[in-house]
């Protein structure tokens, strides 16, 4: 019998690859999505979906803000290994990183970022595994120019594959 849900049909939604930042007191933290998208234009709200057990999701529900920063098609494999491979409850993800502090008090990631944004969390949406934040954006500036990084470019260029706690995870397996 055919399978309820093909994948291939999922493998043709489009991304692109984020730094979703925040923090919980004077910590730090940030994670790499792809499940970041801008809702509405006004105001100018992103969602961004994270897992619950993520320490990005975490800083999020302390602090009530978060930014997103932009990847460039040129971000290397290293940099996406670090921010969306590993957690940053054992090790700093920002001690090899150049960041500033954003406006609201998240960190802003300026390595391998065409451009970044922050907003204050409006409404946050428990599903299943995941956490959907709504977020209004209050300040966002473009740094250089290039292309985005899309999925598409990093699963069929780069070869990158994604971690359990990604909503990408059951694509993996498509070749
Ligand atoms: C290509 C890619 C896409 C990802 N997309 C998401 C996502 O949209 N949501 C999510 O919660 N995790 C996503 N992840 C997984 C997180 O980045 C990963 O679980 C990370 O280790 C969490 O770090 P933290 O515990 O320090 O917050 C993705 C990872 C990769 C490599």
New binding site residues.
């Given amino acids: 019998m055919e399978d309820a849900i093909d994948k291939r049909a999922l493998y043709t939604l489009s991304?692109g690859?984020?730094i979703?930042c925040s923090k919980k007191g004077d910590k730090f933290?940030?994670?790499?999505?792809?499940?970041?998208m801008q809702v509405t234009s006004d105001p100018v709200v992103l969602a961004?979906?994270?897992?619950k057990?993520?320490?990005?999701?975490?800083?999020i529900r302390d602090s009530g803000v978060f930014s997103v920063s932009v990847l460039g098609e040129d971000t290397p494999m290293t940099f996406?290994?670090n921010?969306?491979?590993?957690?940053?409850?054992?090790f700093n993800?920002f001690e090899k990183c150049s960041f500033e502090t954003g406006k609201t008090g998240a960190p802003l990631v300026l390595e391998h970022s065409l451009a970044v944004m922050e907003a204050r969390v409006v409404k946050e949406v428990d599903i299943f595994t995941?956490v959907l934040f709504f977020g209004e954006v209050l300040f966002s500036r473009r740094l250089g120019e290039g292309r985005p990084l899309t999925?598409a470019h990093?699963r069929e260029i780069k070869k990158?594959?994604?971690?359990?706690?990604?909503?990408?995870?059951i694509l993996n397996e498509m070749p």
């Fill in positions: 991304y690859l984020y979703v933290n940030g994670q790499v999505a792809n499940a970041v961004a979906c994270l897992h057990e993520n320490l990005t999701t975490e800083c996406i290994g921010f969306g491979f590993k957690c940053g409850r054992d993800k995941h999925y990093y990158g594959r994604s971690p359990r706690n990604a909503p990408t995870f």
